[in-house]
């Protein structure tokens, strides 16, 4: 199974700044016939279910915030958010769909100072 | 959308079936994903139902106790869940699977607790 491992399990930003999140697969989940990258990063605020930020590492889903943007490949992937906003409160997931077992990052809890 | 079934209270080794019933578009062009989160916990992919029926499970973190079905007249995707143990108590999501695998929408979640 490919392994998901999230930096750092949480993190303090204040309003304006920037927040990264990193995360990495224990093998590639670029497939390279098509040159994409397996890899969806989801927002989660308290007692509601995940949201769709960004697929295919990169491609912002409609209705996102440009503050949000996701790079990366291969291996090591980051979720970036400028400008951080009071409503972006919520723990970050990445999640590889390069094969079966899918599976998740551990969480990157996203705070305000 | 995506509309689960009510919250279910369960003792150990019964049987949990949670519903997901979709609307809004074609059922036939999209996949079903089911999700868990325990309290507190983060998220852990239990598997999916493809648009041809294919299944496909996490075996490893599930031992062969969940079957997933689709019901194409009435667009809903059942799991059901067997030999339910106190750590199978967690918030289940239905998903849905877009092609190529991008999980993109989600339904509201259905609690399962498991308590003697």
């Known amino acids: 199974d490919i392994v998901m491992t999230q930096s750092p399990d949480s993190l303090t930003v204040s309003l304006g700044e920037r927040a990264t999140i990193n995360c990495k697969s224990s093998?590639?989940?670029?497939?390279?016939?098509?040159?994409?990258?397996?890899l969806a990063w989801y927002q989660q605020k308290l007692g509601q279910p995940p949201k769709l930020l960004i697929s295919?590492?990169?491609t912002r889903e409609s209705g996102v915030p440009d503050r949000f943007s996701g790079s990366g490949s291969g291996t090591d992937f980051t979720l970036t958010i400028t400008n951080l906003q009071a409503e972006d409160v919520a723990v970050y997931y990445c999640?590889?769909?390069?094969?079966?077992?899918?599976?998740f990052g551990q969480g990157t809890k996203v705070e305000i100072k | 959308q995506l509309v689960q079934s009510a919250a279910e209270v369960k003792k150990p080794g019964a049987s949990v079936r949670v519903s997901c019933k979709t609307s809004?578009?074609?059922?036939?062009?999209?996949?079903i994903s089911w999700v868990r989160q325990a309290p507190g916990q983060g998220l852990e992919w239990m598997g999916w139902?493809?648009?041809?029926?294919?299944?496909?499970t996490n075996v490893q973190k599930l031992q062969g106790r969940v079957t997933m079905t689709r019901d194409t007249s009435t667009s809903t995707v059942y799991m059901e869940l067997r030999s339910l143990r106190s750590d199978d108590t967690a918030m289940y999501y239905c998903?849905?699977?877009?092609?190529?695998?991008?999980?993109?929408?989600w339904g509201q979640g259905t609690l399962v607790t498991v308590s003697a």
């Open positions: 999640l590889h769909h390069y094969y079966t077992p899918w599976t």
């Open positions: 809004g578009y074609s059922f036939d062009t999209y996949g």
């Open positions: 093998q590639s989940i670029l497939y390279r016939s098509n040159n994409k990258n397996y």
């Open positions: 295919w590492a990169s």
């Open positions: 998903a849905r699977v877009a092609l190529g695998g991008v999980i993109d929408y």
């Open positions: 139902i493809s648009i041809d029926n294919i299944k496909t």
